[in-house]
């Protein structure tokens, strides 16, 4: 006979230990339990079908228990809740939520993979009500479209600018909804830094979306709904998103060790403080790639990496297990943003010294069909070189780019390694020198100190010390929209009007691109000048850092026009 498995909790960490086990041992006897209909579903796609891009709930369900039992013989048993785990006893005792039945099961090997709960704050007010709705699984995202078409919703707010969050806003206001999105930080989508993440937040004002940032909700009401600031916005339907909980409740009740962050606590090998007992998925406490510490990552890809892991384990194969990154994409309208590695913000808390590189060069040759620019910023140790993060925005493959460079990453690799790599070019697909390529030679300079440079953040406090700026652009370009006290010195001209830039003070170069603002300054770092900036990024990136602060703060703009050409 071979092992007997009981696994808590399908989807992608419980299905994908069932199916591994099963592969490697024909003899085992594995059953899961689901404690709500359906054992394998794709979560990630659920907000698609409050538009439509997902005609029919049915389509999310992935398979059905008869086709687990035919196609590999595992038993899944759904509306049947597991309510307790006697670890002396190696048994569990489940209840069928339809009958009421309860009953116990033995097991030689306990795999717990019950995810995350949606969080519910209490101190809302109103919070229970028939109005408010959160997203874990298809009876969820059915009850929500049923409710908004049922009762004829125009006005729906989303709480929280997480993945699931911006997701939902996207799907309802492509369904002809209004949407009210509001996040209580003073930015959505955390995994990006703060100057990255102002381009998504243009393109909700561009796609119609109400972006209420650094405010809360105090109060649900029937129709409507009250933020921390007093403002009250009509809502006919509220979906909160404002994060997960590891659901660990039975674990917890039997004895299961959890770790700091609030996680089942689990060794690389994905084995609790139980032996016989294992954990994968939204639950679980995770190794930090850089750090070694632990973390929480509710992502898919990772999940399935640790149910095969732990499936292993149970064999005695263990697996390399270096650690998460935390590589993600979402889609947001036209726009793709992908993200991995660290961030600023976590690099600071690391206590990571590290520079940043922003580049936004075309996805393709501009003269194609669909080419556009590939918004790039570019995280990297110093002095080492060695890359810790990349963010990539636009309406091309920025998962391409971030997905090479989330390879460097893991195979620990530095920035001279992004500008070596020979990747795929034609001129449908990339640039012969790709935006992957191009960030590793602009960090590299950066590293030699061929350059010195200041970030789009810092220009604001520029004027207002009265810096010296350039704007090398042509005059064309120049009358489209400049930093209001910059001079034009276009690059055409620079050689023979060198001697209007003063040599006594700091001179700040900017651009449209990276690549024009580099060659204005190695001319007159040629020529004789020493003390040059380049101000990272360019015209485009800077529109984009103080376009929507300008609208929501009402503040004055350090630029003539934004041009986001």
């Not at 359906?38 to 005609?55: D, E, H, I, K, M």
């Not at 889609?331 to 520079?355: C, H, P, Q, R």
């Not at 790599?421 to 590793?440: H, I, M, Q, R, S």
Request: net charge negative; charged share 25%.
């Amino acid at each position: 006979m071979g092992k007997k498995i009981l696994i808590v909790g399908g989807v992608a960490g419980g299905a994908s230990v069932a199916a591994r086990a099963r592969r490697i041992d024909a003899s085992a006897d594995i059953v899961m339990f689901e404690k709500g209909p359906n054992v394998s579903f794709s979560n990630c796609s659920l907000p698609f079908y409050l538009s439509g891009v997902v005609a029919a709930s049915e389509s999310l369900i992935m398979m059905e228990p008869e086709a687990f039992k035919n196609s590999y013989d595992i038993e899944a048993r759904t509306d049947t809740e597991v309510t307790a785990i006697d670890r002396a006893a190696k048994k569990i005792t489940a209840k069928d939520l339809k009958t009421g039945k309860e009953y116990e099961e033995d097991y030689d090997v306990l795999v717990l993979s019950p995810g995350a709960r949606p969080v519910r704050p209490r101190s809302i007010k109103g919070i229970d009500g028939k109005n408010v709705f959160t997203i874990r699984n298809v009876v969820d995202i059915t009850k929500l479209k049923t409710y908004l078409d049922e009762n004829d919703i125009k006005d729906t707010v989303v709480v929280g600018g997480g993945f699931i969050g911006v997701e939902v806003t996207e799907n309802l206001r492509m369904s002809g909804r209004n949407v009210v999105l509001v996040e209580a930080l003073d930015q959505i989508m955390m995994p990006f830094d703060y100057d990255m993440a102002q381009i998504l937040h243009k393109k909700m004002l561009d796609e119609g979306v109400d972006l209420i940032l650094s405010d809360g909700v105090s109060e649900i009401r029937d129709s409507s709904v009250v933020l921390a600031s007093g403002k009250e916005i009509n809502a006919g339907a509220v979906i909160m998103a404002v994060g997960i909980a590891p659901d660990i409740a039975l674990a917890k009740d039997a004895g299961i060790e959890t770790g700091e962050l609030g996680g089942i606590k689990v060794d690389e090998h994905y084995r609790t403080n139980d032996e016989n007992i294992y954990a994968v998925g939204d639950a679980i406490e995770v190794k930090d790639f850089f750090t070694g510490k632990s973390t929480k990552l509710a992502l898919a890809g990772p999940a399935q990496k640790e149910a095969r892991a732990a499936a292993d384990a149970i064999y005695g194969k263990y697996d390399r297990n270096q650690g998460v990154i935390g590589s993600s994409v979402v889609k947001m309208f036209d726009l793709n943003a992908a993200a991995t590695g660290m961030n600023e913000k976590k690099a600071k808390a690391a206590g990571i010294n590290y520079e940043i590189v922003y580049v936004a060069p075309m996805d393709k040759v501009g003269i194609m069909p669909g080419a556009s620019p590939i918004h790039l910023k570019l995280i990297f140790e110093v002095p080492s070189g060695r890359v810790l993060g990349a963010q990539a925005i636009g309406m091309g493959n920025v998962d391409k780019r971030i997905d090479v460079i989330a390879t460097v990453i893991h195979m620990k690799g530095t920035v001279g390694d992004l500008a070596d790599l020979e990747l795929c070019y034609a001129p449908y697909f990339g640039t012969a020198k790709d935006a992957v390529n191009f960030a590793g030679l602009v960090a590299q300079n950066l590293l030699d100190g061929v350059f010195k440079q200041v970030h789009v953040g810092d220009v604001r406090k520029l004027l207002e010390e009265g810096a010296y700026i350039v704007d090398i652009r042509e005059p064309e370009e120049y009358e489209q929209g400049h930093i209001v006290t910059a001079v034009n010195i276009p690059l055409s001209q620079l050689r023979k009007r060198m001697d209007e830039i003063p040599k006594d003070r700091p001179v700040y170069l900017h651009c449209r691109t990276s690549q024009r603002s580099y060659n204005a300054l190695m001319a007159l770092k040629g020529n004789g000048w020493n003390d040059l900036y380049n101000i990272s990024g360019s015209y485009l990136e800077l529109s984009y850092f103080e376009y929507f602060d300008d609208k929501r703060l009402g503040r004055k703009p350090i630029l003539t026009d934004y041009n986001f050409e």
